[in-house]
């Protein structure tokens, strides 16, 4: 005769004809429902059906089966989860029937529905380095289990996730007879996302657990490295997969999001405006002029730098179209060749995600003159242009830290500074700018002080 053990937890909804359906069976005769502690009237409803039910100390699917197992009265058990209603009507009798004629020691229930993300993603790759005999298994994953109680009684049983694929794992390592049957068509209910990074990693770990237990040292080191290759080349391909569904759209701040210049509007305020347009006139590497002019702001405090950016009024409509940026998924973004701490200003009252820019150097609340030029406004490698200081550097690091393409960028500009950024993002946008070569450089050209037109096209 068979025992059916059925884990339970808030299945009041199934569990009742679950256990009917148990019972149809000629050859069950008992049912063991081990309830973990539910919330519901699950517990009285499979009482009211004939199984008898065990209340589980300890939650959790691996402490359910091994307690139904200790108090099974039959030696040949199936394990059925309570959740799936209906299951196929000859679903028992396909998993006992090769335990009975004695030609398997262990069947592995499979049914008809694709295999899920975490098999094929998690479990199958590893049971193909550790396992490579249990590897040709279509649903590994399966809770839907019959076999001997004697072997069971064996098991070191994993709990939650990691239990159906441990209990395949030893049931091999026992070589117990496996064969896997399919039962049929079942509707069952897939995990929300949520949930897969949990199962993922017990899955995972019971593969890799019962691997060690069972390997040398040498081998077991040598397909952990081959592991984390694979490991390694699956999180560049998902990366790369989830890279073209992100968007970002990256906005220059003087000029662009504020109307004036921070710089400019620093100069009047302090009175160093003729030594500005001298020092523009007569400095044209990009790196001594921003260092030469954060010297005209030593000794001013960060109140003071503060209470000048917040003076410059910003384009009208640029938190409606933030907003609406932002519903539409896109990443926001400010690349200033101004400094950081109005860039942070200008990001909060926005509502932007980032901001790149120089940094002012504070001692006290005060400027030191001293300006520090990020790493990610210089040439690498790998840099898109050939610009040894550049803001197409600082985009296409964005682009990378927030695992965005390029081509899935917009980048909103208005000088000559911002050229080759407008040339080298998805869409370049040159937004109000007397600079000819920049309109031309540019998908679009937007000449009146509004961003909605950028809603048109993103």
């Known amino acids: 005769m068979v025992t059916v053990i059925i884990p339970a937890l808030n299945e009041a909804n199934t569990i009742g004809n679950v256990v009917q359906f148990c019972f149809q069976n000629p050859q069950v ?19 009211e059906k004939g199984a008898r039910v065990i209340i589980s100390n300890v939650r959790g699917k691996g402490i359910s089966m091994k307690d139904g197992v200790q108090h099974a009265s039959n030696n040949l058990l199936v394990f059925l989860d309570a959740d799936i209603d209906p299951y196929p009507e000859d679903a028992i009798e396909l998993l006992i029937t090769p335990l009975i004629k004695d030609e398997v020691d262990f069947v592995k229930g499979t049914f008809s529905r694709n295999a899920g993300r975490v098999t094929e993603l998690v479990a199958k790759p590893l049971l193909n380095i550790f396992y490579p005999g249990l590897s040709h298994y279509t649903q590994p994953l399966s809770g839907m289990i019959a076999g001997r109680k004697n072997f069971f009684r064996k098991i070191e049983f994993f709990n939650d ?37 949990k199962m993922s990693k017990e899955v995972s770990l019971a593969i890799v657990s019962k691997a060690q237990a069972q390997q040398n040292a040498g081998n077991m080191e040598e397909e952990i490295f081959s592991l984390e290759a694979i490991n390694r080349e699956m ?45 523009r006139f007569v400095e044209k590497d990009p790196i001594i002029l921003t260092k030469r002019i954060g010297l005209y702001l030593k000794g001013k405090t960060i109140d003071e730098l503060l209470e000048i950016a917040g003076s410059i009024e910003m384009v009208n409509d640029i938190r409606d179209v933030v907003k609406e940026l932002k519903e539409r998924d896109y990443i926001i973004g400010i690349l200033s060749n101004s400094y950081s701490l109005i860039t942070n200003y200008v990001r909060q009252n926005i509502g932007a995600d980032f901001s790149l ?37 600082a985009l296409q690091f964005a682009c ?51 961003f909605e037109p950028l809603l048109a096209i993103a």
């Open 29 to 47: 005769s008992e049912v063991i429902v081990v309830d973990d502690k539910s919330d519901d009237n699950t517990p009285q409803i499979a009482a």
């Open 161 to 197: 996730y990691g239990v159906d694929i441990g209990i395949l794992i030893d049931m091999y390592l026992m070589k117990a007879r496996i064969r896997e049957v399919n039962i049929g068509y079942i509707e069952n209910k897939s995990k929300p996302w949520e949930s897969l990074g």
């Open 235 to 279: 999180n560049n391909t998902l990366r790369e997969k989830l890279s073209g569904f992100r968007k970002m759209v990256v906005f220059d701040m003087d000029d662009t999001i504020l109307k004036g210049r921070f710089i400019d509007e620093c100069a009047k305020v302090f009175r160093f405006e003729p030594k500005l347009n001298d020092l």
């Open 357 to 393: 820019a120089n940094q002012l150097e504070f001692f006290e609340g005060k400027v030191t003159g001293e300006v520090n030029l990020p790493s990610y406004f210089f040439a690498a490698p790998d840099s898109y242009c050939g610009h040894a200081y550049c803001k197409t550097n």
């Open 400 to 450: 990378e830290k927030y695992n965005v393409q390029l081509k899935n960028c917009i980048a909103v500009g208005d000088s000559i500074d911002d050229r080759c950024m407008i040339g080298h993002a998805g869409k370049g946008i040159a937004f109000g700018t007397s600079d000819v070569l920049l309109s031309k450089i540019a998908f679009k050209s937007i000449k009146e002080k509004s």
